[in-house]
């Protein structure tokens, strides 16, 4: 049932409805209307910070801890321009944060009025998607399409720009579930002709390679737990960008640590030489591939991700699947299994030794110093103190 309410409370019982517990922001007169509502009610905490940056920036730890979206409260002009760094960031690394931003009065947009500034046009290249609210008929459907969007697909930030006179007008709210926007329906399962003719590469492949990444901490723990029973069903190696770090366990045989420009070296050297990559929800970032002509040129590269065109945009590959990881590995795990199919083990054999050279060079070796006691013995310590042991700091 439709209640009627002021826009800045609708804005409050939109969190709500969405589950948000915590809100990180910083007053300003464009939101005052805003924070007076989130003040007359006890479900939804505010934490203060002490600049908008941080309070984007706290949203995305938020976000990156709890599974959940993130939400920051910003007022107009100047708070806005300062979480564009943290907006951009949640973009480059897929966290799912919903901005809430002051805006002038409708009648005063385009006057260069006091503290305004085109928040839509300049949060357009760092955002997923953007709204400026003119009406406050649109106001509730457009808070819960910006979670809906958040958090969706390919998780990223979504800016919604309320002008003051929005949130004083008083309007009909009611709360649907399941919202969806009208033409953003991003595609989770995989075209499955695609998914078999990636396991038939696996099992005619050589020197295989799995390299995971942030799509598969996105897609959620089930995602994990089938990237291992992939892992152990083909015998392949694993390896993962920072971002994907988590998915796969880092003491296990089968992980080579991370790649890239700080990654391992039995990592690297796999990727260089592997006959066929299997990309796992990762982008080819120029931290991976340095040069993209020198980039694992003799190996066929399949590419899964839920963003199509994160497909064939850095590095041009052999197959593209777009979905989601989980629903994917689903897939490649029921096909494996009930195909019989094997990895040749003759050539795996030769690939693990090979592997097992890089990995004897031992790239991150240290020895401690006797006078100062190094961060690399402490992490060390640490982990031999606490294996197998659930600690809490």
Not at 32 to 43: R, S, V
Not at 47 to 61: D, F, T
Not at 249 to 266: I, K, N, T, V, Y
Request: glycine share 10%.
């Amino acid at each position: 049932m439709a209640r009627h309410m002021t826009g800045a409370e609708m804005v409050v019982e939109a969190l709500k409805d969405q589950g948000v517990d915590v809100v990180f922001g910083y007053p300003g007169g464009a939101v005052l209307p805003i924070y007076d509502a989130i003040f007359h009610q006890e479900k939804v905490r505010h934490i203060l910070v002490r600049h908008e940056q941080g309070a984007a920036h706290a949203a995305e730890g938020y976000a990156r801890s709890t599974g959940k979206v993130g939400v920051l409260l910003v007022t107009s002009g100047p708070g806005a321009t300062n979480a564009i760094t943290g907006l951009t960031d949640a973009m480059m690394d897929s966290i799912p944060l919903v901005c809430i931003t002051g805006q002038v009065p409708t009648h005063l947009i385009g006057s260069d009025a006091f503290q305004e500034c085109d928040t839509t046009g300049i949060t357009r290249n760092c955002t997923k998607h953007n709204y400026l609210v003119r009406r406050i008929e649109d106001l509730p459907r457009i808070l819960h399409e910006a979670f809906y969007i958040a958090s969706a697909g390919r998780p990223g930030p979504v800016v919604v720009d309320i002008p003051k006179d929005v949130q004083f007008a008083n309007g009909a709210y009611a709360f649907q579930k399941n919202v969806q926007h009208k033409t953003y329906h991003p595609q989770l399962k995989g075209d499955l002709e695609r998914v078999r003719h990636a396991v038939e590469m696996m099992a005619a492949a050589k020197k295989p390679i799995f390299y995971t990444g942030g799509g598969v901490i996105n897609s959620g723990p089930h995602a994990s737990t089938l990237l291992r029973e992939l892992a152990r069903a083909t015998g392949f190696p694993v390896t993962s960008t920072l971002m994907g770090l988590g998915a796969y366990p880092a003491s296990d045989r089968q992980w080579l640590g991370m790649l890239g420009m700080h990654g391992s070296f039995e990592a690297n050297n796999a990727m260089h030489d592997c006959d066929l990559m299997v990309c796992l929800g990762a982008r080819f970032d120029d931290r991976i591939t340095g040069r993209l002509d020198a980039f694992s040129p003799k190996s066929q590269k399949i590419h899964i991700d839920i963003d199509p065109s994160s497909i064939n945009k850095n590095v041009k590959v052999d197959l593209g699947i777009v979905g989601d990881c989980a629903h994917v590995l689903e897939d490649m795990v029921r096909l494996w299994r009930t195909g019989s199919h094997r990895a040749d083990q003759a050539s795996l054999s030769k690939w693990w030794s090979a592997i097992d050279g890089w990995r004897a060079r031992k790239s991150f070796g240290f020895r401690n110093s006797d006078r100062i006691i190094k961060p690399q013995h402490a992490v060390k310590r640490l982990y031999e103190l606490t294996r197998g042991r659930d600690v809490y700091i």
